[in-house]
């Protein structure tokens, strides 16, 4: 199982990017995505979880960013928008069978990250 992600980028502050995350070899009960800025822990963003439909977010990201997930394609993106400097970091996607969504523990496969640089 592999989960390749892609889309990060610089950006002006207010801009958008979309990330993606191919995952090859399985689907997953539930995807999220972390991301870790320099000198910061890894930290919840967003997840979901595919049965339910749900999704959940941060609350620094909440009413910005957006999770989907195209099963057929097994691929999970990640709309950003209005994005703030303080959104500067590598953005990591992750797979899960179960668990807190919140939770880095849960997360069985990651992903190599994409660097997302938002300029002010």
């Known amino acids: 199982v592999q989960l390749q992600a892609s889309g990060g980028g610089l950006v002006q502050a207010g801009g958008s990017l979309r990330l993606s995350c191919a995952a090859s070899?399985?689907?997953?009960?539930?995807m999220g995505w972390f991301r870790q800025a320099p000198g910061k822990e890894r930290e919840f963003v967003a997840a979901?979880?595919?049965?339910?439909?749900?999704?959940y977010y941060a609350d620094s990201v909440k009413g910005r960013f957006t999770i989907s997930r195209d099963n057929a394609k097994r691929t999970v993106y990640l709309q950003m928008n209005v994005l703030k400097p303080e959104d500067t970091a590598i953005y990591y996607c992750?797979?899960?069978?179960?668990?807190?969504?919140?939770?880095?523990?849960?997360?069985?496969?990651w992903g190599q990250g994409t660097k997302v640089t938002v300029s002010s």
């Open positions: 070899g399985r689907t997953f009960y539930g």
């Open positions: 979901d979880t595919w049965s339910a439909g749900s999704k």
């Open positions: 992750a797979g899960r069978a179960g668990g807190s969504y919140s939770s880095k523990r849960s997360y069985d496969y």
